[in-house]
């Protein structure tokens, strides 16, 4: 975990900017922006996560028909891990196609067959949550996910607990703060800040 912690801040895919906040596409302003987008420009990272990703699987024992990545930054991972594991994969639009046979599911797939979805970040779970629900409206299986980095926001961990998924990251925001103090990357102060906003994001904006 700390390998990839410090080799995406080291990128830049991670940065921190308490004391003059980010401004997010919801509006909302936060301490913490993740790019996550950047990694495949760098064959070692990516390379690492595709490992690790397969370690959670091996380890939780996760049983699937299909590595799925979700739309767009979900992808790249998802074919990585693909490639690594050497099984089939399929895509997964956020909304079905407005054409067409109305997929949301791109792939030889069929109705039944289940998805090991494939994120880049988790945030308040809405984006993710949606997607399983859709994939499930089309026929297919959704039990776990997997992502790069998950914030810890309680409205993420209620929503997708609702809909009966278990999800796994390969770096959560706790031990990311932690790390970033503990490499002196960010002061106490900034420590305080990025837990405070974690805590409660809305009122933090």
Known sequence: MRELVL????????QF???????????LKGPIY???RLIPSHPKLRELVAKEFS??????KLSYDFVAGVATAGITHATMLAHFREEPMVYVRSKPKGHGQGRMVEGDISQGQSLLLVEDLINQGSSIGKVIEGVRDQGMVVNNALC????QME???????????????????????DTALTEKIIDEEDYNLLLEWQKDPESWS
């Open 55 to 60: 370690s959670i699987i091996d380890s939780k």
């Open 34 to 36: 993740c790019d996550n």
């Open 17 to 27: 900017s308490p004391k003059d906040p980010f401004t997010y596409a919801s509006g």
């Open 7 to 14: 080799g995406m801040i080291e990128v830049g895919c991670i």
């Open 148 to 151: 790069i980095v998950d914030y």
């Open 155 to 177: 409205n993420a961990r209620k929503y997708i607990g609702s809909l009966k998924v278990d999800y796994f990251s390969l770096i959560n925001f706790r031990d990311l703060v």
